[in-house]
């Protein structure tokens, strides 16, 4: 049972133009919510988080905004470049800095030069 | 800075074998983790540890073994290897309080490719 879900698997972009990743989650009790982008045959990085007291977080070219009313965020991308390219992984906890976080099954962003 | 250290980077099982899967962190981090990837279905959660002495179960934990008895190191044991666990092992660690895990997240190591045949 899938408690966070990314329905999108894959999605094109041209360069310079905006991305837009996609999650929702079912577990009300979430709190914390996290973006990880992965290259192949390298583990996850971090790359933005939000709490559930706010409803956008900001950093550089990332933007994610929270919905918990729709228990929906999403990841903003702006202006897309080539070395985007990854794929991203959206993340829940239930308590910060806790040890259960649970993952999404991923979205594959191509950039297209 | 090494940060997350995975060894061995890949290993052929036969099934029934045991083995270790090595995982250690050099930035003091109290939490880490184990997770496994599969196709289709994201990372999920093997067995994390709160601190050196302290470990339990996540949403996979069958199969495995892990102890924790110092702060850098977090191996994780299988203990009779399944084709069932054939998958990618992530190690991750966290600094574990508020404005650590939120600024920074987890610190993941590069993975072990495990295939058990």
């Known amino acids: 049972d899938q408690q966070v879900k990314q329905n999108s698997p894959s999605l094109s972009v041209q360069e310079g133009r905006i991305s837009i990743l996609n999650c929702d989650y079912t577990?009300?009790?979430?709190?914390?919510f996290l973006w990880y982008k992965k290259y192949p045959a390298e583990g996850p990085t971090f790359l933005i988080s939000?709490?559930?007291?706010?409803d956008k977080n900001e950093d550089g070219r990332f933007t994610v905004f929270l919905n918990k009313s729709a228990k929906h965020l999403s990841l903003h991308i702006v202006p897309s470049q080539p070395g985007d390219s990854a794929v991203y992984f959206c993340a829940a906890s239930a308590k910060s800095g806790a040890n259960n976080l649970f993952f999404g099954t991923g979205t594959r962003l191509t950039v297209i030069p | 800075n090494a940060g997350v250290t995975q060894t061995p980077k890949f290993q052929v099982l036969k099934t029934g074998q045991s083995m270790t899967l090595q995982c250690a962190q050099d930035?003091?981090?109290?939490?880490m983790s184990w997770y496994r990837q599969d196709p289709g279905m994201g990372l999920r959660l093997i067995h994390y540890s709160v601190g050196a002495g302290i470990t339990d179960q996540g949403e996979v934990p069958n199969g495995y073994n892990v102890s924790r008895s110092t702060t850098e190191d977090f191996p994780l044991r299988l203990l009779s290897a399944a084709p069932s666990q054939t998958s990618v092992y992530f190690c991750?660690?966290?600094?574990?309080?508020?404005?650590?895990?939120?600024?920074?997240?987890?610190?993941f190591g590069s993975g072990t490719r495990l295939t058990v045949v």
């Open positions: 930035m003091n981090h109290e939490y």
């Open positions: 577990n009300s009790m979430f709190d914390y």
């Open positions: 991750a660690s966290s600094g574990g309080q508020d404005s650590l895990f939120f600024n920074y997240g987890y610190t």
């Open positions: 939000i709490s559930s007291i706010k």
